[in-house]
């Protein structure tokens, strides 16, 4: 019983402090995580000094992919990899964030202010490989599209274009429209015809899309609409709004108030539809390039029309993020 006791109270204490502290970390991972979610809404809201602040605080709690975003963030404005920009690029890649490893292992002006930015770029270079070859070589879909950013990387386009290839065919939607973005700019594969391209670029657009990736959604649309197949771009049209993409978003709105006689032919006008779309996104992302849109086409509307939009317009994309879908490693 002696023994029973010591054992219940001194273990009884160490539980405590180590739930406890348990318990902090995790709620300090939660904290991470929200931080890290508002940071990249943010981001992709293209808000990026405010997106900044949320990924910075985020590291500090130790979220790698924060640091990987506050870094590029860093990057982008400066036009270059600068010191402060290094520090999150490392941190990030020490956590094993392969894109933040690529990072440090490019070449040219990434390297910025850095003195001796490219000392280790080969063992960067590397060490990407070795963290995501396996987990590619396994069937990880997403592994074997880190995998082909690091060949891109390296400078090997064949090896790179399989494993980008491997897992549009796995289905993964972003490798999908992304083949497609690399037939068409004949950067990859090899084709006798430029109309056997052509049509395995739209056979990968689809199955992006298919999947409601919502860049292939629009581009396979204005793609039908340069063939000519104005049924089929106008099916993909009607999709367009139910999207939080900017462009397609825009585009959905100018098409509906277009109507028969715009680009896309589109069967009927719809102007109290299409401007209240426009009027919801300029509400939602104060975009000056929407509310010119707006302008120019206000003179030929009825003030009926209008009233109605205007309307309409509140029940629209309400509480939605508009988001523009960058790319974590493109740009």
């Known amino acids: 019983m002696i023994r029973h006791s010591f054992f219940s109270g001194a273990t009884l204490g160490l539980l405590l402090v180590v739930t406890t502290l348990f318990a902090r970390a995790e709620t300090g991972g939660e904290v991470a995580e929200v931080l890290f979610q508002d940071g990249y809404t943010l981001y992709q809201q293209r808000y990026s000094l405010n997106a900044f602040a949320k990924f910075k605080e985020a590291t500090q709690l130790g979220h790698v992919e924060a640091a990987y975003y506050a870094g590029n963030i860093l ?9 402060e920009a290094e520090a999150f690029y490392r941190q990030a890649a020490e956590g094993e964030d392969v894109y933040a490893m690529l990072r440090l292992a490019q070449k040219g002006n990434f390297c910025g202010t850095l ?36 060949y891109r990387v390296a400078g090997d386009k064949k090896k790179a274009w399989g494993w980008i290839q491997r897992a549009a065919e796995g289905g993964h939607a972003f490798s999908q ?5 690399l037939l068409e700019e004949q950067d990859m594969g090899f084709y006798w015809t430029e109309a056997g391209r052509r049509a395995d670029m739209l056979k990968w657009l689809k199955a992006s899309a298919e999947q409601g990736f919502p860049k292939a959604m629009f581009k396979l649309a204005v793609e039908y609409k340069e063939d000519g197949r104005f049924d089929q771009a106008n099916g993909w049209v009607d999709r367009l709004g139910q999207t939080d993409y900017f462009d397609a978003l825009y585009n959905y709105g100018l098409i509906l108030l277009e109507g028969p006689k715009g680009m896309f032919k589109y069967p009927a006008a719809k102007p109290v539809e299409g401007l209240a779309v426009l009027m919801a996104l300029h509400r939602q992302t104060g975009s000056a390039a929407v509310q010119r849109s707006i302008d120019k086409r206000l003179p030929s509307l009825t003030t009926e029309v209008v009233t109605e939009a205007e309307v309409l317009s509140r029940e629209l994309l309400v ?6 879908y960058l790319p974590k490693f493109g740009i």
């Open 115 to 150: 003195r001796n930015c490219d000392y280790d770029r080969q063992e960067w270079l590397q060490r990407a490989l070795n963290s995501v070859l396996p987990k590619a070589e396994a069937g990880d879909l997403e592994a074997m599209k880190e995998t082909y950013s690091v």
């Open 75 to 83: 990057r982008r404005n400066h036009i270059c990899i600068t010191e």
């Open 177 to 181: 429209y992304w083949v497609a973005i």
């Open 319 to 324: 509480d939605t993020p508009i988001l523009h």
